[in-house]
């Protein structure tokens, strides 16, 4: 199943020349899989109270094509592989039928320690 979230393109993210600046496409993949847990039912303030977090152990990301300010783009979120302990996603953003970014994205999540757990059980059968 593939999560669609769309973003607009605001001046605040473009560099002097319109641009979208590099680093704006992992917020909005990050916005992305915010939306997309939440709406897996994923409570996220509910783990972080019982002291688990998601984080992001790995990006492997390329830029193909610009986006510039005001452009209308959708970010596509869908789960590569799920395993006892990692997450492993493709993300892409496109401008209509164009890929301008993508991105394999792997989390994991981590106790209050910072060591890493096995996904809770709960999490694994969401996804």
């Known amino acids: 199943m593939t999560h669609?979230?769309?973003?607009?393109?605001?001046?605040?993210d473009t560099d002097m020349g319109g641009v979208v600046y590099h680093a704006n496409y992992l917020r909005y993949i990050e916005r992305a899989r915010s939306d997309w847990v939440r709406k897996l039912g994923n409570d996220q303030n509910a783990m972080r109270e019982e002291g688990i977090v998601w984080v992001v152990r790995r990006v492997e990301a390329d830029y193909l094509a610009s986006a510039k300010f005001e452009d209308e783009?959708?970010?596509?979120?869908?789960?590569?592989?799920l395993s006892g302990v990692r997450l492993t996603m493709s993300q892409l953003v496109l401008r209509g039928e164009t890929e301008i970014f993508r991105a394999t994205v792997t989390a994991v999540c981590i106790n209050r320690t910072g060591k890493p757990i096995?996904?809770?059980a709960e999490i694994r059968a969401l996804m």
């Open 4 to 12: 669609t979230y769309p973003v607009r393109v605001y001046y605040e």
């Open 73 to 81: 783009l959708v970010v596509e979120t869908e789960v590569v592989s």
């Open 118 to 120: 096995r996904l809770p």
